[in-house]
């Protein structure tokens, strides 16, 4: 939310939150849909074990979730510095790219 939140926009749910990052990091290539996805996938997991009546999840499972989770907000806090910075971002993925 605070790359958003750098960029003017004003999502106030987790559904506008989804909305705004893909038109204005996606679209404006500041990140690759594959940083996309991995939002939406944490996302639903995280409703998923808070709303779901039962939520069950692999070893193999979480240690993806974690995984993609620490790199997107790596990606976040680089983007964050550069947007602060004043330095044009672009192009870079959740890997670093």
């Known amino acids: ?7 003017g926009s004003r999502a106030r749910t987790h559904e506008d ?13 500041l990140g690759d849909r594959e940083l996309g996805r991995t939002l939406n996938l944490l996302r639903q ?23 993609r989770a620490r790199s997107f907000v790596s990606w976040a806090e ?7 910075s004043g330095r044009r971002v672009g192009g870079e993925g959740s890997e670093g790219g």
């Open 45 to 67: 997991a995280r409703e998923e074990g808070d709303y779901a009546p039962i939520f069950t999840v692999s070893r193999e499972e979480a240690a993806e979730l974690v995984e």
């Open 17 to 29: 939150v989804a909305h705004e990052f893909g038109l204005r990091v996606i679209r404006e290539g």
């Open 78 to 84: 680089r983007t964050v510095e550069l947007l602060a």
């Open 1 to 7: 939310r605070a790359v958003l939140l750098m960029l």
